[in-house]
């Protein structure tokens, strides 16, 4: 790697003053699985690395009134390993033990898995099925955003170059709802996604049908998207094998899939009708198992 | 530039490096320490593995500054000056290294794991060392290798500071050849 300067900040206010302080030059270091393979392979060295590895109060996962807490430096090995994470949403250490492997899951962090705003990241589906909201820090202030809104196109966020995600909440509402995430890659370990799929529903005991289902697609558009007209499709719909197959027809549908040297998009889109039924088909498992 | 204070092996060192370099490079270049290996340098490979407060990280993708004040286990650490680790001994009795070159990377993650589950299934010793990638002996062995070291450290103390426990040789199952089972 060149040389180049390096700040660090021990929580966010600090690593916002210290962003705004350098301008727009300055790289953002977490985990460093995407900045250091960056830097070592760019021509040419950032004027100033800011390391906010060290950022107290963007770390720990808890349980508040708003929903469950997640700072956006923590682990996606803490996601895995998180009590709380397992008990109240364990769709996400389900889908953070997807990516990567061990050691890179012990660096990389949810919030840069976010802002990186690659398609086929495997935090994003699971969060925007349970509706998670994020919350961005910048000079005028901090505001909050559905995590679906803060994708706005291939590697692009709704982040403003003086702003940092300091956390990711998912709602209090959406915690303990059954969920499953689904991933298929060419290979087994350190695989990227071809498709990712979690879905997220309850379930009406008294008419056994669906209620609120949230379906979310990563990979297979330029961002990770919904897939409304298949949630559309199962509200209120009696829980059946068949209901679950149709929705997985119809959200095939509603994905945009590339092709590529990995797959081809017929392939992709495939992939997303089998996903999803079996993304559906797990989250039922999981609300049975809970009754 | 401000001089770090990294604790390598349970010896505290202070020293200065510049901002770029990697935690890689401050245990190879600054330290000596050549055990953890520069492979493919992108956290693919995994040759490049240590342990950071006991976590398995790749030495290549972080700072050597994000290691301030954190303690650093290399390959170089896990021996006495009497006896090999036990993982160590069952690798050389399994014969589950031929080159070498990914060895420190894949016995320091198979040391992360049995650290944090005791008695791991195959399935969850494969996951550990999904990240660790070896081109000559094929993992079947170590696979085999990581189970002959859960069961010799069954109901073993904490290892993790293997310097103040030395560690007997184990005798060979069967008084065999010291090859696979």
């Given at each position: ?39 070592k ?99 005028r ?15 692009r966020?709704?982040l ?87 929705a ?8 945009r ?11 992709r ?19 049975e198992?809970?009754? | ?26 245990l190879?270049e ?10 493919c ?21 972080m ?33 589950a ?36 990638l070896?081109?000559?002996t ?17 109901g ?26």
């Amino acid at each position: 790697m060149r040389a180049f300067k390096l700040v660090s900040a021990t929580d966010s206010a600090q690593a916002v003053a210290l962003l705004a302080e350098h301008g727009p030059g300055v790289k953002v270091l977490a985990g460093g699985t995407d900045l250091l393979v960056d830097l070592k392979a760019a021509p040419e060295a950032p004027a100033v690395v800011l390391d906010i590895s060290r950022a107290a109060d963007m770390k720990g996962i808890a349980a508040t009134d708003a929903g469950l807490r997640i700072g956006a430096l923590v682990t996606h090995g803490e996601l895995t390993r998180s009590p709380l994470v397992r008990e109240l949403a364990p769709v996400l250490a389900e889908a953070a033990r997807t990516i990567g492997a061990v050691q890179t899951r012990n660096l990389g962090t949810l919030g840069g898995n976010l802002v990186s705003g690659v398609p086929s990241m495997d935090s994003g589906p699971a969060l925007i099925a349970l509706e998670a909201r994020v919350t961005v820090a910048g000079p005028r202030g901090t505001r909050t955003l559905g995590l679906a809104e803060f994708f706005v196109g291939p590697r692009r966020t709704a982040l403003a170059p003086d702003e940092l995600l300091v956390d990711v909440v998912v709602p209090a509402a959406s915690l303990g709802k059954p969920a499953g995430f689904l991933k298929s890659g060419l290979r087994k370990g350190q695989a990227l996604a071809l498709v990712n799929v979690a879905a997220a529903l309850w379930i009406d005991p008294d008419r056994g049908a669906f209620r609120a289902p949230r379906i979310a697609l990563g990979a297979v558009a330029p961002t990770v998207i919904r897939a409304p007209r298949a949630e559309a499709y199962l509200e209120g719909r009696a829980v059946t094998a068949e209901a679950m197959a149709e929705a997985g027809r119809i959200a095939a549908t509603e994905a945009r899939p590339i092709g590529d040297f990995r797959a081809s998009a017929d392939y992709r889109r495939e992939l997303v009708a089998v996903l999803t039924r079996r993304a559906l088909a797990a989250a039922c498992d999981r609300a049975e198992g809970a009754q | 530039m401000t001089p770090l204070r990294i604790t390598v092996n349970g010896r505290e060192h202070v020293l200065p490096a510049p901002p770029e370099t990697t935690l890689l490079a401050l245990l190879r270049e600054h330290l000596g320490l050549t055990g953890a290996k520069l492979g493919c340098d992108v956290g693919d490979c995994g040759a490049c593995t240590v342990l950071v407060d006991g976590l398995a990280v790749n030495a290549c993708l972080m700072l050597a500054a994000q290691a301030d004040g954190r303690s650093v286990l290399t390959i170089e650490g896990l021996a006495t000056p009497d006896a090999l680790h036990p993982i160590q001994q069952a690798f050389e009795r399994h014969a589950a290294l031929q080159c070498g070159f990914c060895g420190p990377g894949v016995i320091l993650s198979a040391k992360a794991l049995l650290d944090a589950n005791p008695a791991p299934t195959a399935a969850e010793i494969r996951e550990a060392l999904a990240g660790n990638l070896c081109r000559c002996t094929g993992y079947a062995k170590m696979i085999t290798a990581v189970h002959a070291a859960a069961q010799a450290l069954h109901g073993a103390t904490d290892e993790r500071s293997p310097r103040a426990t030395p560690v007997p040789r184990l005798p060979l199952p069967g008084g065999g050849t010291g090859g696979p089972r």
